[in-house]
């Protein structure tokens, strides 16, 4: 069923494409920096807007999660070159993410025709770790 038709695809043009059409993932900002058989690279600049507590300027959690999704589930659509869409997210938060820069890293844990599971970090312009999740996500059998 569902089975994988689309072709791996590690094009930073595509994936940033692919992106873009997601309105919200264009509002947040989210780039594509690198993709491979190892998994993709995503970057955001955490603006003004995502700030949930304004005295100490810490980036809503909600937007970690978002883009700790981004990664996890790209990472899936790179290899397979199929849509996907979360079945299931867990988000741990590890510190506080500032204002700033955020990087997410997305790699696979395992693909499989109908299901798959992904996992992604998050971290600041510092390197420091700020969240991790991992997803599982279903191939809905058309292509990227």
């Not at 309105?23 to 970057?43: H, I, K, Q, T, Y």
């Not at 844990?109 to 510092?126: F, N, Q, W, Y």
């Amino acid at each position: 069923m569902n089975a994988p038709t689309g072709g791996a695809f590690y094009d930073l043009v595509r994936i940033q494409g692919r992106l873009d059409r997601t309105p919200f993932n264009s509002w947040l900002g989210m780039r594509a920096v690198s993709a491979s058989p190892d998994g993709v690279v995503f970057e955001l600049d955490a603006r003004q807007e995502f700030v949930s507590t304004p005295e100490r300027q810490i980036v809503h959690g909600g937007v970690l999660a978002s883009l700790l999704d981004a990664a996890a589930i790209y990472a899936v659509i790179a290899a397979t070159g199929c849509l996907q869409t979360t079945v299931d997210l867990r988000v741990d938060y590890h510190a506080s993410a500032a204002v700033g820069r955020l990087r997410a890293r997305g790699t696979i844990i395992r693909l499989g025709k109908t299901l798959s599971c992904s996992e992604a970090r998050v971290e600041d312009h510092a390197g420091k770790l700020v969240a991790s999740g991992r997803g599982t996500f279903l191939n809905l059998g058309l292509p990227a």
